[in-house]
């Protein structure tokens, strides 16, 4: 089944966000970044991302699909909370993602090095809540390696 207008438009504004984050980040992967190569650690994050992202989406699209005429952030929100199973794991989803995970990013972002690490947040709302996780660990891998080969010197 081909993808929806809608369906696109959240990829592109989704794959966007993952641009910005490495536009801003750029120093990482050039000249001296480069030279810190890529870890094991970093591979695996990457690849548990693309998984996310892939998992994520197909669950989200299937969404968008079935609830075509109700979709939006409190009818998707409201769906967590159908049962309490769900509702357990729905109550860690928004507290984990809207409270912990701006915080983590941002104050460790902050205190390693990365630029604009609050567009992590931002990022894993139009992509998944474990992309942007996984994505936020191996750039923070990264920058530590980089951190490490370049001390003294200014990006």
């Given amino acids: 089944m081909p993808f929806t207008g809608l369906e696109l438009f959240y990829m592109a ?4 966000s993952v641009a ?3 536009v801003c980040n750029a120093h990482l992967y050039r000249s001296a970044g480069a030279s810190v190569g890529t870890s094991g650690l970093e591979v695996i994050y990457y690849v548990i991302a693309l998984a ?3 998992i994520g989406w197909y669950f ?3 969404y968008f699909r079935e609830y075509a005429a109700e979709i939006g952030w409190w009818h998707w929100t409201k769906l967590l909370f159908v049962n309490p199973a769900s509702a357990s ?3 860690d ?3 984990a993602n809207l409270i912990l995970f701006p915080m983590w990013t941002i104050i460790e972002g ?3 090095g990365l630029r604009h690490s609050w567009m992590y947040f931002v ?4 992509t998944s809540y474990a992309f942007g996780i996984a994505l936020f660990l191996a750039m923070h891998d990264r920058q530590l390696r980089w951190n490490k080969a370049n001390s003294g010197a200014i990006s």
């Fill in 13 to 16: 504004i989704g794959l966007l």
């Fill in 20 to 22: 910005l984050i490495y």
């Fill in 52 to 54: 996310a992202l892939v």
């Fill in 60 to 62: 989200n699209f299937a």
């Fill in 89 to 91: 794991g729905g109550q």
């Fill in 93 to 95: 989803l928004i507290i």
């Fill in 110 to 112: 902050r205190r390693s």
């Fill in 123 to 126: 990022m894993s709302l139009l």
